[in-house]
Each structure stands twice: as C-alpha cells, then as structure tokens.
C-alpha cells in the first residue's frame, strides 16, 4: 500500500518543481523530503524522480504517480471535511482573503451578520489581497476563501481544484472633474474623447491595469499614464485635484470627492466577482455557513 505522507511530498514536488519548495511548503528539512522520497522509490520498485543538473525532477513514472496523487490527495481531504463537519457543525477556523473594496463592503458586512448570530461559532481570520495572491494563497491552503474579481474585458483562469461562485457584477465608470467633463450622447460618454486627457491607472502588474489599458484601445488609444495607485480613494483624490481621469468600480468608491463625476460608458464595462475556495472544502460546513453570509452581503449591493 502507498504511503499518503510519501505521496502527497511527491504531488508536491510536480507542483512546486524544487526539494525546498516541498520542504518549506511541508514543514521539513529538504534531506529528510529526499530520503521519504528514495524510500518511496524502493517501496514500489520505480525510479520516481533523477537528476537534472542541480534539481531533482521526476520520471514518467512519478509523474503519473504525482497526478494520481493530486486526486487521491483531493479526495481524501474531501473525506475528512465531511466528517469533520458532521461532528463540528458550523464550528471552526477559516481563513478568508478579499481584495480591499470587497473586504471593506461585502466582507464587512458578512462578517457583521457571522458575529450577530448566536448559532456561529465560526472563527476567521481576514487579509487584503489582489485576486493574483489571493488564488495562489488559496491553491496553497493558505486561505480558505477568497473573494476575486475580474472584468468583462479582461478573463480570470482559475487555478486546477478551485471552484467560483458569482456573486455579482457592478459598473465601472470614468471619474472626471466637472470642469474637464467633455459632451456627452444619451447619458454615456466615449472615451475616445479623452484621448488627449492624462490618466490614472492602477499600477500595471494586476488586471485593474489591464482592465483600463484593453479599454481605451477599444477606444483607439492608448492612456497616457501620469499616476499609478492601487488605492481607488487616491485616484478619485487625484482626479478632483485635476491630474487627470480614472476609471473606477462602483463598489471602490467610498466618497465622491467634490466636483468629481462619475459618467457612464457608452461601451459599458463591468467588474465580476466571485467567491472562489478549493473544490474539496465545498462539503465544509463552515465554508458553506460563511459563503451563505458573504452571498447575502453581496446581493444587496451587485447585480446578479
């Protein structure tokens, strides 16, 4: 019989590619990661892994053992979380990550029902992270949950274990200075017609960024950048302070600075969010009572 504790540092070598990875993913030191994985190798009479210069890489045999690995792994977890919540009920320690106008709004007020209600006894913990970090944290099993987004013009790929559920969708819209504001047709605005306007943009390492770059060059240029903040206060600051433009979702928007609009597009773009955890934790009890909190929050505030 296969040993599981050998097996799941195997499926972690194929994910993570190096001895250190899996130590430090496992809480091991890396020779003690090589010899589990020699005594594998002897238990089953198969080279599982070779040399390849200074790494360690596997052999068509480990790799087809690692994928196995993978779903038996899966589904043992799913296993022990099903009796976990039969003999826990809505008890527990889940981590949750959002990205920041989803924290302080949805998560927030999710969180406010999961504390007024007598029944919980559900403990969470929160961090902010951008939709990137949050999914690598929750592939990992650093979170549990994470609430992500994406735009209707820039897709999001989950990564493989990881299931998503819509929570809704909100506008994004174009703030301007009342003074700057150019004409506008049937309540909309094009943004070919600040072409020549300069921009603020989210910094261009997450999708925000790529969000507003696909925009403007369906628009037919490209945004000249003179600001980038991640913080959409910041940019609605500097936008009534007459730096320049910014697209902005509904949900970022905390204030309106004075003398700052917020205008519809006539190519209308939306931001989609998701609450996204790791297919086997889906039979969780837990994970089930706060998803039903963060759903609820969301619906008063998007669009289904």
Request: glycine share 12%.
């Given at each position: 019989m296969i040993d599981v504790r050998k097996l799941r540092m195997l499926a972690a070598l194929e994910r993570l590619g190096t001895i250190a990875a899996v130590a430090e993913e496992l809480h091991l030191t890396a020779p003690g990661v090589s010899m589990q994985l020699a005594a594998l190798e002897r238990e089953l009479g198969l080279a599982l892994t070779r040399r390849?210069?200074?790494?360690?890489?596997?052999?068509?045999?480990?790799?087809?053992?690692?994928?196995?690995?993978?779903?038996?792994?899966?589904?043992?977890?799913?296993?022990?979380?099903?009796?976990?919540?039969?003999?826990?009920?809505?008890?527990?320690r889940y981590a949750l990550t959002a990205f920041p106008s989803a924290a302080r709004t949805i998560i927030a007020e999710a969180c406010r029902h999961l504390l007024t209600d007598p029944g919980s006894g559900l403990e969470l913990t929160l961090t902010t992270l951008e939709p990137e970090d949050a999914l690598s944290a929750l592939a990992t099993g650093t979170a549990d949950l994470a609430v992500v987004h994406s735009y209707s013009n820039v897709a999001r790929e989950l990564p493989a274990g990881v299931n998503s559920t819509m929570l809704g969708s909100e506008p994004v819209r174009l703030a301007v200075r009342s003074a700057d504001r150019r004409s506008s047709t049937g309540g909309t605005i094009e943004l070919g017609e600040y072409d020549r306007t300069p921009w603020i943009t989210p910094t261009r390492d997450v999708t925000c960024f790529d969000m507003v770059d696909r925009a403007c060059g369906l628009a037919g240029f490209r945004p000249r950048v003179v600001a980038e903040t991640m913080d959409f206060a910041v940019q609605l600051e500097l936008v009534a302070a007459g730096v320049g433009v910014a697209l902005v979702p509904s949900l970022a928007v905390e204030r309106l600075p004075d003398g700052v609009e917020l205008l519809d597009l006539a190519h209308p773009v939306e931001r989609a969010l998701a609450l996204a955890v790791r297919e086997p934790s889906r039979a969780d009890a837990g994970v089930r009572a706060i998803s039903g909190a963060i759903t609820a929050a969301a619906a008063a505030r998007l669009t289904r």
């Open positions: 390849q210069g200074r790494r360690v890489v596997l052999t068509p045999a480990g790799t087809v053992l690692a994928l196995h690995g993978h779903d038996i792994l899966d589904r043992l977890s799913m296993a022990e979380l099903e009796l976990e919540a039969l003999r826990a009920g809505s008890s527990g």
